[in-house]
Structures are given as structure tokens and as C-alpha cells.
């Protein structure tokens, strides 16, 4: 399983993106995929998830209500919109994978298998 993150950039304050993550090597919808940060200085955190073979999605409090984690299974790839950035969202989001995760799992990077290369979001206030 590969894992392609793309869609960062710098933007301002209240501006939105969209990150997207496709999938190679496998049906993405047989995978638990999600969404972590890590920004200079901290460790990575839990953003986003989507639970594997469904559409149960997961999002951080510090994102909920701005940040929206999808799928398309059609084009293998899932999404995570981003809306409302803050400064405080600069940060590499990286996408990961697992075909076996629990919901209590999904927010541990440490369960997941397989991880992409991370995508760089700078938010200027």
C-alpha cells in the first residue's frame, strides 16, 4: 500500500484547503485512513479518521467543526477540508493507513502501517 498526500500550501488566516491522500496498492475503502500533524517542535497529533469499510469519520476537538475527513472510493482517494485555517494548523499533515484498526485505535499513530510522504499547510495570521 502507497500513500500520496498533496494539496498544502501557504494560505491565510480563514482561507481553506483541501488535502487529499490517494491510495495505491489497495481498495481504499478496505482501509482505516487518517489524518495527522506534526508541527515544528511537537509531536504529531491526531486530526482526522475514517473507519475502514464504512463512513464513520473521526475529527479531532481542536478541527471539529472546521475540518471535514471523506472518501472517494471511485477515485481511491480520501480528503480532509479544511476550512476556517487557524495559525495554529501550520503543520506537515501526513496521511496513514490500516486495513485491522479498532475505532479506539484510530486516533494512535502508532497502530497505523502505512504512512505518506506529509503535505506542508503553513496558515499566515
Known amino acids: 500500500v502507497q500513500l500520496q498526500a498533496s494539496g498544502g500550501g501557504l494560505v491565510q488566516a480563514g482561507d481553506s484547503l483541501r488535502l487529499s491522500c490517494a491510495v495505491s496498492g489497495r481498495r481504499s475503502s478496505t482501509l482505516s485512513i487518517g489524518w495527522f500533524r506534526q508541527a515544528p517542535g511537537k509531536e504529531r497529533e491526531f486530526v482526522a479518521a475514517?473507519?475502514?469499510?464504512?463512513?464513520?469519520?473521526y475529527h479531532a476537538d481542536s478541527v471539529k467543526g472546521r475540518f471535514t475527513m471523506s472518501r472517494d472510493n471511485a477515485k481511491n482517494t480520501v480528503y480532509l477540508q479544511m476550512n476556517s485555517l487557524k495559525s495554529e494548523d501550520t503543520a506537515v499533515y501526513y496521511c496513514s493507513a490500516d486495513p485491522a484498526l479498532i475505532t479506539s485505535s484510530l486516533f494512535n499513530a502508532e497502530r497505523y502501517r502505512y504512512w505518506g510522504q506529509g503535505t506542508l499547510v503553513t496558515v499566515s495570521s
Open positions: 475514517i473507519k475502514s469499510n464504512g463512513d464513520s469519520t
